[in-house]
Structure formats: C-alpha cells, structure tokens
C-alpha cells in the first residue's frame, strides 16, 4: 500500500509541478518581434535602412572624411575635352559633367529621399487615418463626401496630377499665396495630395467593420463621445494596417520624387537628388557610366530595402502567422 501511495504522491507532485509551469503571454508587439526576427530578408533590408539613415544624418562629416563638398567644382578633373573623370582614390565615385564629387552628392541625396519619403508618408498617412475614420465611422453624407473626393483624386493618372502640382507650384513664387515654394516643400504637397487617398479608403473599410464590434457599442452606451471612441476605441485597433501601410508607402515616395526631379520639377538645383542626377547623367552615359551607376544603384537599393522590409513587416502583423 505504501508504494501504491508512494506513486500517487509522486502522480500528483508531477502534476502540480506540469501546472506551476510558467505560461508565458506575450504582447502583440513581443510577437511581431518574434514572428519578424525569423525574416532575415527584411532583417538585413532594416539594417541597410539603418545604415542610410545614418548616412544621411552624418552625410556632412562623411564627405568631409572621405569626399569634397556636394557643391564644389573641381574643374581640374576633368579631362582636355571637358569629359568627367572616373572614379579615383580622391573622388571615390568620380566627377560629374561641372567636377563636382558624385559621392558627396549621392550622401547628400540619401538625405532629401529620406526626408521627402518620411515627411510625405507622415503627413499623408495622418490625413488619411482622420478623414478615413471619420468617413467609417459617422457614414452618411460625411461618407459620401469624403468617398467622393478620393474617387476624384484616384480618377486622375498618380504621376501627371502629381507633374501638374509640382509644375504649378515650381513658377515664381510658389503656390498657395506663397505657402509652398519650390523645390522640397513642392514635392511634398504633390505626394499628399496623392497619398493619402489610399490609406483613407482602407481605414474607412476597417472602420466600417469596427464600429459594429461589441466593445463599440459598450462604449457608447457608457455614454463615451464619438471623438473618444474614434481616438480610444477604434485608433489602437487600426496600427497594424497603418504600420504596414506606412512602410509599404515609404518606397512609392521615394520613387515619385526622384521622377519629380527627374523631369526637372522636383528638388531645385544645386540642392543634390538621385532623380536629377540621373537626368544630368543621361547625356553622358556612354561616356561616363559612374555618373548614373551610383546615383542609380543607390536609389534601386534604397527601394529595395523598404519594399523587403514592409514585406517582412506585413508577415510579421499577419495574426495567422506561426510563432
């Protein structure tokens, strides 16, 4: 009897010891953590954006080391026909047509993609999370207005209208009694106004389906506002598709400004800018290959690394992904 009851104490010490076992819960973020780690694509693209980021802040100290100043004319470099010259231990990535250093332009450039890509995306995708929740959320002829608006804005072609604000607002003084000059701020306005209707039309979805949820209706009869159940109830359920959205967005600005400039009504010279020196360097392509390569790669690069990136992002948010 004492060994049968020997091993029911032992049954049970087991088995309270299987319970005490420590379960851990992890937040959505810890899972996402989790779930994205295992992409090293987008791990690596995230530590190239890194990289850039960081290139584009210390561009000035960079160049400084390693290069010339973006603006300077080295009129020395170039050859007894006037043709730029290759790259060389003191012009790492050669001179363009005036003998200006490529590399410190291409540093320089980092920064205005970057600034354009995260300022635009910022406020595009804020209008379009408040004009989205607001048309999900009240219905009605709030709806239809705004629906209306982005089925007028989506109508037009995404390049011309954005060609057409640029151009408007690159004369004299601007635009906008003045408000938005030429060069950065232009293009900016040009991807808003663009922009933000995508993002609108997908929070307007979720919204739809969110304002039908149970926890909505507790809140409303709690006596909550609208605006408190818009901002409090509703905004923390919509970061996943925002985050995802955001980081999908980054790259379509990035290229949008580099075709503005390339056209010659984006970023205003002498201010650096992948798109404008690949115009400059269509001219001389055949002659100097540098001129386009690094600008180019550059810029195919960049894009890469955000679009691997708000893939990895988007898997890891996806709630049907194994952990």
């Given at each position: 009897?004492?060994s ?34 295992r ?40 050859d ?14 050669g ?10 332009r ?15 995306t ?43 604000i ?35 039309r ?29 901002f ?53 392509y055949?002659?100097?290959?540098w ?32 952990t």
């Open positions: 009897m004492s049968v009851r020997d091993e029911e104490e032992l049954h049970r010490e087991g088995a309270a010891d299987f319970v005490a076992m420590d379960i851990v819960g992890r937040t959505p973020w810890q899972l996402f953590w989790v779930r994205f780690r992409d090293r694509v987008a791990f690596v693209a995230l530590g190239f954006i890194v990289l850039l980021v960081l290139v584009a802040i210390f561009a000035g100290p960079i160049s400084s080391a390693f290069g010339h100043p973006p603006n300077a004319q080295y009129p020395n470099r170039l007894s026909f006037g043709t730029p010259t290759g790259p060389s231990s003191s012009f790492l990535f001179v363009d047509q005036i003998g200006r250093d490529v590399f410190s291409v540093l320089y450039g980092a920064q205005v993609s970057l600034e354009v890509a995260l300022l635009a910022a406020i595009s995708v804020g209008i379009g999370v408040v004009l989205g929740m607001v048309a999900g959320y009240f219905r009605g002829w709030v709806d239809t207005i705004i629906s209306r608006l982005i089925d007028v804005t989506l109508a037009f072609p995404i390049l011309l209208l954005a060609l057409g640029a151009s408007a607002c690159s004369l004299g003084n601007g635009c906008a009694a003045g408000l938005i000059h030429p060069g950065l701020g232009t293009v900016i306005v040009a991807i808003v106004v663009i922009n933000w209707t995508y993002i609108g997908i929070i307007r979805g979720q919204v739809l389906s969110l304002r039908e949820k149970e926890f909505i209706e507790a809140a409303r009869a709690g006596g909550a506002r609208s605006r408190t159940i818009i409090r109830e509703i905004l923390p359920n919509l970061v996943a598709p925002i985050v995802v959205y955001s980081t999908l967005i980054i790259p379509q600005n990035i290229l949008l400004e580099a075709a503005l400039s390339y056209l010659g009504v984006g970023i205003q010279p002498p201010r650096a800018s992948w798109g404008q020196m690949l115009a400059d360097a269509t001219s001389i055949s002659t100097a290959w001129y386009f390569a690094f600008p180019g790669g550059a810029l195919l690069l960049t894009v890469l690394a955000f679009n691997l990136l708000g893939d990895g992002v988007r898997d890891a948010l996806d709630p049907r992904t194994t």
